[in-house]
């Protein structure tokens, strides 16, 4: 059986992209694993680095964008600059956490209930978590006060018992006595008469 047959990628080559700057980028793809290789002012050179990488895994030849290079050195060689392969680390895979179903009829705790009974792991990881809180807040010591110290005092510039006398009469006073505003809730009503 042949080969399976890769296919190349818009431009013509294979693990080669072109970037919003213009140069070319080179990624290689072996073993599940991701190698940036570099960037490079043209696609035939970018194509060239990618064989180098080709040649390094010891693929086959049928992954090559130029197979008609006979070997690693010549294909290094046509590679001035050389390649540096830097791995690509990929995002690593999260487990869904199964979600809670209510049945009609059930309540949440007994829905809850079910729940831990059904994934345990999930139950142990939260108490888990919220042991570990707890003795790193026990190793911490109890709360401190803000360390800013108690709300900032206002010093009044007037201290005169006169002062504070006639402001504690406001506050006991209910209703309002104000003229002011006696004469415009009248003037109110009467506009809305007019209407």
């Not at 809850?112 to 059904?118: Q, S």
């Amino acid at each position: 059986m042949a080969p399976k047959k890769m296919p190349k990628g818009k431009l013509g080559f294979f693990g080669v992209r072109q970037k919003p700057s213009g140069n070319f980028g080179v990624e290689f793809t072996d073993a599940g694993r991701r190698w940036w290789i570099g960037t490079y002012p043209s696609a035939h050179e970018a194509a060239r680095a990618y064989d180098v990488a080709v040649w390094r895994a010891e693929r086959p030849r049928s992954h090559l964008n130029f197979p008609e290079i006979e070997s690693r050195a010549e294909a290094e060689m046509l590679v001035p600059q050389g390649i540096n392969m830097k791995e690509i680390p990929t995002k690593k895979k999260t487990t869904k956490k199964p979600s809670i179903l209510v049945s009609a009829g059930e309540t949440d705790e007994e829905a809850m209930a079910r729940f831990a009974r059904e994934h345990p792991e999930y139950v142990q990881a939260k108490l888990e978590y919220y042991w570990k809180r707890e003795a790193e807040q026990k190793k911490k010591g109890p709360k401190k006060e803000d360390e800013a110290g108690p709300s900032t005092v206002i010093p009044i510039e007037s201290s005169s018992e006169e002062d504070w006398a006639d402001f504690s009469e406001e506050e006991e006073e209910e209703g309002c006595d104000d003229p002011t505003k006696e004469e415009f809730w009248a003037q109110f009503r009467s506009s809305g008469d007019e209407e």
